[in-house]
T-cell receptor, first 113, second 113 residues
Framework: QKEVEQDPGPLSVPEGAIVSLNCTYS??????FMWYRQYSRKGPELLMY????GNKEDGRFTAQVDKSSKYISLFIRDSQPSDSATYLC?????????????FGQGTELSVKP | DTEVTQTPKHLVMGMTNKKSLKCEQH?????MYWYKQKAKKPPELMFV???????INESVPTRFSPECPNSSLLNLHLHALQPEDSALYLC????????????FGQGTRLTVV
């Protein structure tokens, strides 16, 4: 079993839809959670980060963490064609040497006009 | 400034060549990372430098040799690579503890011929 599971998609939605992207994890030592957006042939861009259970909102993006269920989500409201990219969840735990990031497989999202 | 700069953006090298990838950050972070990413896969950790010392080597072949000249610079020296080493090489930086996010550069797209 992988430490972090993420549905690879691809996920296709119409413009304006609400998108839900999810990751589950098995290691309860993970305490810090990040979402990255990666356009084709570019480096990952940090979108959201959080270390507490609950919701964190930034514009059209909401990150949700449920540590009791070991489940994190990223919601995108009013999705735009420019949101078409691969979304990667990543996490870090206590006592990691140098803060090693563990990634999910990435979900490929396509928003159709 | 949340920028991590990588050079070159593209590199084509033969199997007998020696080349270097360079990475620079000016965020004052004390941990820097090299990741390798193949198409439609998440980034795979190669090396972590924490406080300018190599803290993680993920069993990477010796034809890849990292170097951290100072806290803002990271190099990856390449020698006698194989075609299967062709990939996007990503540099990242963060603080070396659990509760900080990591920022990535745009990557160097390496092709080994």
């Amino acid at each position: 079993q992988k430490e972090v599971e993420q549905d690879p998609g691809p996920l296709s939605v119409p413009e304006g839809a609400i998108v839900s992207l999810n990751c589950t994890y098995s290691n309860s030592a993970f305490q810090y959670f990040m979402w990255y957006r990666q356009y084709s042939r570019k480096g990952p861009e940090l979108l959201m980060y959080t270390y507490s259970s609950g919701n964190k909102e930034d514009g059209r993006f909401t990150a949700q963490v449920d540590k009791s269920s070991k489940y994190i989500s990223l919601f995108i409201r009013d999705s735009q064609p420019s949101d078409s990219a691969t979304y990667l969840c990543a996490m870090k735990g206590f006592y990691n040497q140098g803060g090693k990031l563990i990634f999910g497989q990435g979900t490929e999202l396509s928003v159709k006009p | 400034d949340t920028e991590v700069t990588q050079t070159p953006k593209h590199l084509v090298m033969g199997m007998t060549n020696k080349k270097s990838l360079k990475c620079e950050q000016h965020m004052g972070h004390r941990a820097m990372y090299w990741y390798k990413q193949k198409a439609k896969k998440p980034p795979e950790l190669m090396f972590v430098y924490s406080y300018e010392k190599l803290s993680i080597n993920e069993s990477v072949p010796t034809r890849f040799s990292p170097e951290c000249p100072n806290s803002s610079l990271l190099n990856l020296h390449l020698h006698a690579l194989q075609p299967e080493d062709s990939a996007l090489y990503l540099c990242a930086s963060s603080e070396p503890d659990s509760f900080t996010e990591a920022f990535f550069g745009q990557g160097t797209r390496l092709t080994v011929v």
